[in-house]
C-alpha cells in the first residue's frame, strides 16, 4: 500500500483560503468515510482537525472544513491565519489499517 | 485530563530490538483502541499497528508484519510497542495514538513520541 497523495506545498496570502486534495484508491478513501486531517508544526504533535470526512472535534475553528468525492478527500482552510502555517497530514482506513498523505506544506505569505 | 506518556529515547544497534511504552492517564485504558505511529526525520507520519486494550485484539500494517508486536498491561494503563531486527530506516519518532470517541481511525490524543536511533 502506497501513501495517500497530497500536494507538496501550498501558498496563500492571510484571509484567503487553500483547498488541500488528498487521493487515495478505491480502496481506502473512495471505499470508507474514515478520512482524518493533521495539523502538524516543526517539533509538535500532530493534531487532529477534522475526522470522518469532514467532522471537526471540539475546539477546531470552523474555519476549517473537510470533503471526499470519490477518491480524493480535501481539506479547506477559510480565513487563513498566520498561525495555520504548517504542515498537514490526510489519513484513511484501508480496511485492515490506515494510510497517511504525504503532506502539505502550507505557508501563509 | 488526557495523556499519554511514553519512555524516554532509545539508541540500537542494527538487528537489536526496540521497547517503547505508552502510559495512558486520564481515562480506563481498555474502552479505547491505541495506535501506533512513527515519523522518520522530515518524513511524513506512518501507521503501524494497533490494539484493542479490552480484547488484546491487535492489527499491524503489513510492511511490519512479524517484527512488531503490541501488548497491553491494564493493570499499569500501558501499551507497549516492541519492534524487532532494526535496521538503519527505523530510526524514527514513535507515537502512541488514542483513537478517539467518534471517528474510526482518527487520533484525538497522542503521546510525545520516543525517538528510536538506530545505528
Known amino acids: 500500500q502506497s501513501a495517500l497523495t497530497q500536494p507538496r506545498s501550498l501558498s496563500e496570502s492571510p484571509g484567503q483560503s487553500v483547498t488541500i486534495s488528498c487521493t487515495g484508491t478505491a480502496s481506502d478513501v473512495g471505499r470508507y468515510n474514515y478520512v482524518s486531517w493533521y495539523q502538524q508544526h516543526p517539533g509538535d504533535v500532530p493534531k487532529l482537525m477534522i475526522y470522518?470526512?469532514?467532522s471537526r472535534p471540539s475546539g477546531v475553528p470552523d474555519r476549517f472544513s473537510g470533503s471526499k468525492s470519490g477518491n480524493t478527500a480535501s481539506l479547506t482552510i477559510s480565513g487563513l491565519q498566520s498561525e495555520d502555517e504548517a504542515d498537514y497530514y490526510c489519513f484513511s482506513y484501508a480496511g485492515n489499517g490506515g494510510l497517511f498523505g504525504t503532506g502539505t506544506k502550507v505557508t501563509v505569505l | 485530563q488526557v495523556q499519554l506518556v511514553q519512555s524516554g529515547a532509545e539508541v540500537k544497534k542494527p538487528g537489536a530490538s526496540v521497547k517503547v511504552s505508552c502510559k495512558a492517564s486520564?481515562?480506563?485504558?481498555?474502552?479505547?483502541?491505541l495506535h501506533w505511529v512513527r515519523q522518520a526525520p522530515g518524513q511524513g507520519p506512518e501507521w503501524m499497528g494497533m490494539?484493542?486494550?479490552?480484547?488484546?485484539?491487535?492489527t499491524y500494517a503489513q510492511k511490519f508484519q512479524g517484527r512488531v508486536a503490541v501488548a497491553r498491561d491494564t493493570s499499569a494503563s500501558t501499551v507497549h510497542l516492541e519492534l524487532s531486527s532494526l535496521r538503519s530506516e527505523d530510526t524514527a519518532i514513535y507515537y502512541c495514538a488514542r483513537q478517539a470517541n467518534s471517528g474510526w481511525f482518527s487520533f484525538d490524543y497522542w503521546g510525545q513520541g520516543t525517538l528510536v536511533t538506530v545505528s
Open positions: 490494539i484493542n486494550p479490552s480484547t488484546e485484539t491487535t
Open positions: 470522518d470526512v469532514s
Open positions: 486520564g481515562y480506563t485504558l481498555t474502552t479505547h483502541h
